[in-house]
């Protein structure tokens, strides 16, 4: 059993997330399997919540993997989700599959990124398109945001860089907003002071989140459209937190373009762009 400042302690982080997720006490009770005093008692520490209970809770709220472990760590309970490393042998299946597919991907360009949006591999199609950027936005580890937006990166080849830039930063601090995390909220700081400012008007073709990547290339403009992909059922906190950024084609000439470029680069998979 858990102490007074501890229930305090989980208590105060279960209604942050609450609170954080627009969740009302009722409705964390029905998700959870559970009735609204439970909850509530729960909240104002006068009721200690098993272990399962704690889990289904943060299930029910969605809440990361490795805030699930802080959560039950606040809750006086051991962690319940492993953090392998990546390059662990018990990952050698999920490396296995994620090089599969970003192979498979050429000659479109992918990557796999983690929570921070450190670059954990690329294909050769990504490495392709990053030629020519300052070295030291190589090093290990890649940020891919900051590769992409840096003025010593890729942004001086992106047409549409006054839009797409935002783009790119209201998506990390959402991800900030909904998934709290010192990392992005700094990094959306240093991201916000490096691309142009963001316009006041939309333009007549304002798209939202569906905007485009129009990329300078030797080839002409190659126009882009991004998806994300993420595992849905992982119990690892590794694996949870791996992202594949892939980018598709938006018109013929650029999967044209795309497909020249792949028959001159290798198909496979690089821990580096």
């Known amino acids: 059993m858990t102490g007074t400042s501890e229930r305090g302690g989980f208590a105060g982080v279960l209604r942050a997330w609450r609170g954080r997720r627009g969740v009302s006490q009722l409705?964390?009770?029905?998700?959870?399997?559970?009735?609204q005093r439970h909850v509530?008692?729960?909240e104002s520490g006068r009721s200690t919540p098993g272990r399962a209970m704690v889990v289904?809770?943060?299930?029910?709220?969605?809440?990361?993997?490795?805030?699930?472990?802080?959560?039950l760590l606040a809750a006086g309970y051991a962690p319940a989700y492993p953090e392998t490393p990546f390059d662990d042998p018990e990952l050698g299946p999920v490396r296995v599959a994620l090089e599969g597919v970003l192979r498979g991907h050429h000659p479109y360009p992918a990557v796999i990124v983690d929570r921070h949006g450190d670059l954990v591999s690329a294909n050769d199609a990504f490495r392709a398109l990053t030629e020519?950027?300052?070295?030291?936005?190589?090093?290990?580890?890649?940020?891919?945001?900051?590769?992409?937006?840096?003025?010593?990166g890729m942004a001086p080849r992106i047409i549409n860089l006054d839009v797409w830039a935002w783009h790119?930063?209201?998506h990390i601090r959402l991800e900030a907003a909904r998934n709290p995390d010192d990392r992005l909220e700094a990094l959306v700081t240093e991201l916000t002071k490096l691309v142009p400012d963001r316009l006041r008007k939309p333009r007549p073709d304002h798209l939202g989140f569906a905007v485009p990547l129009r990329l300078r290339s030797g080839d002409g403009e190659l126009r882009l459209l991004t998806t994300l992909t993420h595992f849905g059922t992982a119990a690892d906190v590794t694996v949870a937190e791996l992202r594949m950024e892939a980018?598709?084609?938006?018109?013929?000439?650029t999967a044209s373009a795309l497909a020249e470029l792949g028959r001159a680069v290798p198909s496979g998979a690089s821990d580096r762009p």
Request: glycine share 4%; hydrophobic share 50%.
């Open 56 to 71: 289904r809770l943060s299930e029910s709220l969605e809440i990361p993997l490795r805030e699930r472990n802080a959560l």
């Open 27 to 35: 409705d964390l009770a029905l998700r959870a399997g559970t009735t």
């Open 247 to 253: 980018f598709l084609p938006a018109d013929a000439a």
């Open 168 to 170: 790119v930063i209201d």
């Open 40 to 42: 509530s008692f729960i």
């Open 132 to 152: 020519g950027v300052a070295s030291h936005l190589l090093a290990s580890p890649v940020n891919v945001p900051r590769l992409l937006l840096d003025p010593r």
